[in-house]
């Protein structure tokens, strides 16, 4: 049967199912809603994430129940290229131990730490990706090889924790909020819970970061689109070749 159909159909089919096998599989948190942000967590009056945000950004409007479902993402400027990552705070009793870095989407057990406790506010540093592999800036003492450039954010506690940005690595506990930059593309907001969230105060302030020169992918919306596209054309195709048949 399929040696009767047309090439054009035959690939638009196949590209179908390698959508939708790959959409199975979205590397995004599947939330059915956002996720609740105490505003008066166990820091007191003025530490929720809502005001730190509007204290260091007051033009940018940030919304903390306006989250975005993305978990894994790669720099958003191709060729030998480099992210930054600035730590924005920590209102966290942990604050001195924890650490915050990035982890391959291909094998998880590749970390790069970025940040390790104690860091000062504002704390700064590149990633550079080439060739498969990623280091912060030109130490290449932090190099990782075969590493990828698809990768998502982690977090380790003194408590021996290990959370990140994907939920269904965190016992599907939302661990970590993503916020796209209002405005300004290839920017997101990291917000982090350093406890067991279900033991926490769910104030997503314990460790926050500024994520450039980053993108998500796939894009939920993208991935949508284009397999709508696609069955539209097999179906169109297989219209088209069984009139003629």
Same mark, same amino acid.
């Given at each position: ?152 954010? &982690?977090?380790? =506690? *003194?408590?021996?924790? /290990?959370?990140?940005? !994907? $939920?269904?690595?965190?016992? %599907?506990?939302? #661990?970590?909020?993503?916020?796209? &930059?209002?405005? =300004? *593309?290839?920017?997101? /907001?990291?917000?982090? !819970? $350093?406890?067991?969230?279900? %033991?926490?105060? #769910? ?43």
């Amino acid at each position: 049967m399929l040696k009767k159909l047309p090439k054009i159909l035959i690939l638009s089919i196949l590209a179908v199912f390698l959508v939708v096998g790959s959409a199975l599989a979205l590397p995004f948190n599947d939330r059915t809603s956002p996720v609740y942000v105490n505003p008066l967590g166990w820091d007191g009056l003025g530490n929720s994430l809502q005001e730190h945000l509007d204290l260091i950004y007051p033009a940018a409007g940030f919304d903390v129940e306006n989250q975005d479902p993305a978990a894994i993402f790669i720099p958003s400027i191709s060729g030998p290229t480099a992210s930054s990552f600035m730590l924005l705070l920590e209102v966290a009793g942990f604050h001195n131990w924890n650490t915050f870095g990035i982890y391959s989407y291909a094998d998880p057990n590749k970390m790069l730490t970025v940040f390790g406790g104690p860091n000062a506010p504002y704390n700064s540093e590149a990633v550079g990706f080439a060739n498969g592999y990623v280091q912060i800036g030109s130490d290449s003492s932090t190099k990782i090889n075969d590493f990828g450039t698809s990768f998502g954010f &982690f977090l380790t =506690t *003194p408590q021996e924790n /290990i959370f990140y940005s !994907e $939920d269904d690595k965190n016992n %599907d506990l939302a #661990q970590m909020l993503i916020y796209s &930059f209002p405005g =300004t *593309p290839n920017q997101y /907001i990291v917000a982090c !819970e $350093d406890l067991v969230l279900t %033991d926490s105060d #769910q104030d997503y302030n314990d460790l926050v970061v500024k994520a450039s020169e980053v993108r998500p992918v796939p894009e939920p919306a993208t991935m949508f689109l284009l397999g709508s596209g696609l069955i539209g054309l097999a179906a169109f195709g297989r219209k088209k070749f069984f009139k003629k048949s």
